[in-house]
């Protein structure tokens, strides 16, 4: 088949582009790691609260200096509703919703994930700039929606 | 009921009741594409009004115009509204209208089926709005995400307004795409070859494909739904092992090639527009039809990118993130191609032109943005947030409802006989294109800068009050925009130019004939020997005016509307919980279907 210059010309021009763009994902996926957060682990969304994984919430500092937050949502909060993390400290982040969905965004960072109820949302992350930093859910959850959020504070590390 | 050239004559003494029953009862394509215009305009106007309500409660930070319950109604029916009962049906309207025109047909294939869909939209769209009236309306967003959706967290009657509504709605889409499969497939005029048909005509078919497979997925979706609500079963119930993700993936592998049903015909019209007032063939004709058909089949395969945030995996990602990428193509492939056919054209600026041209221009914006969120890290920085408002709306609003207004200007003097003001269409056009940026593009840094969706007002912490500010500026221009398009359809009743056959110099079938044209549409079925038959040197056949005999047309028919009512009735009983009444719309149904089809085809 005869295919003009231009069309020829286009057409590899828009393979070197999709080329480009899937290369430069594959290359943070697979070599820097920079992979979404996923994590098929499930919990029973009638006993979260009792639960031993989500049975004590808040900040922990493990021995190895990384730190994990595990946070319950619930139709319209955070539970905790504060926490305070180092700066410069990997964060695992472990949640998970005790009735719908909702959303978990760190407005400013790129810590954002769906708490889906049954499964734990899992991610881990870092903050550099320390300050007070907004939560909210951006997952359309009901009435009171809008005045669903958290705080986190990221302290100057030691 | 067959009735002759002679008895459609207007006689004087046709009353207004007799007028208004030859409405009801009709199955003219012709006819049916105006009622769908008209009915979607209407929920058009309606849907607008919802958005000018969140507008001006979002205009400032704490507002309370409307409250948090009424907020949350709005945006789900704004949502709901505008894609099924506005811009699905106004692609609709042109379905009607112009398909069989563009195919040499003298109607769709089942015309009285024609009827029954128009009929089952208008009243599914009344039933699902009459929630407003008893203070119920679906307020659990129109993507219904469960676990929220189920009576445990959504007692009352919304969400079942909203489950049943839309699969009232959708029955209808898809009755009428099967239609228009088989009138395209099958009632070409001789000579027509697939690939000679217009663009216009190639892109519904591949739409009514996408509609005929995409719809039973939201179906199944919803009749899980449905159950789980009124008979207690656990689909999406989590506590009893169902799963809610379940719900995402349905709607999703719905919702996406969704999107395609509402921009391909969009894309349809301007391929039609920019060609006539380029003065040239569509520039890679072929080309163009080929990249409809697969975005229609692309579209299939990349709905988990609206679920990144989720946590589907890296795989499941990286997949879905490389087809995001890839519908890139065939859509970048398109703008080129409308591009092309302007190069080097005897361009003229007419408001048809001018709407297709800004079709161009904004969808390429909402693409980008689109093309952004195929990046799951990128994605994860925007989902949510007013930043995808900002896409969707380029997408839709900039893209989708600028073809359709394109397409307006276009074949409303086909449909009328009278152009519309070309001065007062520009007041339309740009002040259209002025309020949709100044509406949208602030969006992309509100979203960029933290703002949620769905929220019924903010905290002036945020430092968002100046941006939603214009945003809301924005759309008032835009509803003044709407309203000076309702002046210039008033103005073009009183005073619009007659526009005889061919006012634009159009290449295909349609502008061969009368305006309106005659319910036969072609008194001697064209012959088609080429892709443009009015432009090909060859030249075509005048149509003569009259038709040497009388043809027969199909008469009207009441049943298809009456199978409506019972649909909607039967809709109303599941809302009352009433057995008895839902037995009494299917029975309504039964015998119009049963009546329908053995109603004597001459009287």
């Given at each position: 088949m005869h295919v003009d210059i231009y069309e020829r010309f286009w057409m590899w021009g828009a393979g070197a582009i999709v080329a480009i763009f899937l290369g430069i994902t594959a290359f943070a996926a697979i070599s820097q790691g920079r992979v979404p957060p996923s994590h098929a682990e499930t919990v029973d969304p009638r006993n979260v609260w009792t639960d031993p994984r989500f049975a004590e919430r808040?900040?922990?500092t493990n021995p190895d200096g990384s730190v994990e937050v595990t946070m319950v949502a619930l139709m319209f909060a955070f539970q905790p509703n504060e926490i305070r993390v180092p700066a410069g400290t990997p964060v695992t982040f472990r949640l998970t919703s005790a009735d719908v969905l909702h959303g978990f965004q760190i407005i400013g960072t790129n810590a954002n994930t769906m708490l889906v109820p049954g499964y734990v949302s899992q991610f881990t992350t870092e903050f550099d700039r320390p300050g007070q930093y907004l939560i909210v859910c951006n997952e359309y959850c009901g009435l009171s929606h809008q005045g669903m959020f958290a705080t986190l504070i990221v302290e100057e590390g030691e | 009921m067959a009735t002759s050239v002679a008895a459609h004559a207007p006689s004087s003494a046709a009353t207004l009741a007799s007028r208004i029953w030859s409405w009801i009862t009709t199955t003219d394509h012709k006819r049916i594409g105006i009622l769908y215009g008209a009915t979607a305009f209407v929920f058009f106007l309606v849907g607008g009004f919802e958005a000018l309500l969140m507008r001006l409660q979002l205009a400032s930070p704490g507002s309370s115009l409307v409250s948090a319950e009424a907020y949350n109604q709005l945006f789900t029916m704004h949502g709901t509204t505008m894609v099924f009962l506005a811009l699905m049906p106004l692609s609709a309207a042109f379905f009607n209208y112009i398909v069989p025109l563009q195919l040499g047909a003298r109607d769709v294939a089942f015309p009285r089926l024609n009827a029954f869909s128009y009929w089952l939209f208008v009243l599914g769209g009344l039933f699902m709005n009459a929630s407003f009236v008893v203070g119920a309306a679906p307020n659990a967003g129109w993507f219904g995400y469960a676990n929220l959706t189920s009576t445990q967290f959504s007692p009352g009657l919304h969400v079942d307004f909203w489950v049943i509504g839309l699969q009232v709605v959708g029955a209808a889409s898809v009755v009428a795409a099967i239609n228009f499969i088989v009138t395209i497939i099958n009632l070409r005029a001789p000579g027509m070859r697939l690939m000679r048909m217009p663009v216009f005509t190639w892109m519904v078919l591949v739409t009514q494909f996408i509609i005929v497979t995409a719809f039973p997925v939201i179906t199944i979706a919803l009749v899980f739904l449905l159950f789980d609500r009124f008979f207690g079963t656990n689909f999406y119930s989590v506590a009893a092992g169902g799963d809610v993700l379940l719900w995402q993936h349905l709607f999703w592998l719905f919702g996406h090639p969704e999107v395609y049903i509402l921009i391909l015909p969009a894309m349809g019209i301007i391929s039609e527009v920019i060609p006539t007032f380029s003065r040239k063939p569509l520039f890679g004709y072929a080309i163009v039809v080929y990249s409809g058909l697969l975005i229609g089949i692309l579209g299939w395969g990349v709905w988990a990118h609206h679920m990144f945030q989720v946590g589907l995996g890296p795989v499941a990602d990286s997949v879905f993130a490389a087809t995001t990428m890839l519908i890139a193509i065939p859509t970048g492939v398109k703008i080129f191609n409308w591009i092309a056919t302007v190069w080097g054209g005897k361009v003229r600026l007419a408001t048809a032109m001018l709407f297709a041209l800004g079709f161009v221009a904004q969808f390429i914006l909402g693409g980008l943005s689109g093309v952004m969120h195929s990046s799951p890290p990128a994605d994860l920085q925007q989902t949510d947030t007013y930043f995808v408002v900002a896409h969707f709306h380029y997408v839709l609003v900039g893209g989708a409802i600028m073809g359709i207004f394109a397409g307006i200007y276009y074949w409303w003097p086909k449909m009328t006989g009278r152009l519309l003001s070309e001065t007062i269409g520009k007041w339309h056009f740009w002040l259209f294109v002025i309020?949709?940026?100044?509406?949208?593009?602030?969006?992309?840094?509100?979203?960029?800068?933290?703002m949620p969706r769905r929220i019924y007002t903010y905290d002036p912490a945020l430092g968002l009050d100046a941006m939603n500010l214009v945003s809301t500026i924005g759309a008032l221009v835009s509803g003044i925009s709407v309203l000076v398009f309702v002046y210039n359809v008033w103005w073009s009743r009183k005073r619009g130019e007659r526009a005889g056959g061919d006012p634009w110099g159009g290449a295909t079938l349609e502008w061969s004939v009368s305006s309106p044209p005659p319910p036969y549409n072609f008194s001697v079925i064209p012959e088609v020997v080429s892709r443009l038959p009015r432009w090909s040197v060859?030249?075509?056949?005048?149509?003569?005016?009259?038709?040497?005999?009388?043809?027969?047309?199909?008469?009207?028919?009441?049943?298809?509307?009456?199978?409506?009512?019972?649909?909607?009735?039967?809709?109303?009983?599941?809302?009352?919980?009433?057995?008895?009444?839902?037995?009494?719309?299917?029975?309504?149904?039964?015998?119009s279907i049963y009546a329908w089809a053995f109603e004597p085809f001459e009287v």
């Open positions: 808040g900040v922990k | 309020g949709t940026n100044l509406t949208f593009f602030p969006m992309h840094f509100v979203g960029l800068l933290g060859k030249g075509m056949r005048e149509i003569p005016e009259v038709p040497a005999e009388p043809i027969h047309v199909p008469g009207g028919s009441y049943w298809p509307v009456v199978a409506a009512v019972g649909v909607v009735v039967a809709a109303t009983g599941a809302i009352l919980h009433s057995l008895w009444v839902v037995l009494g719309g299917a029975a309504v149904l039964a015998v």
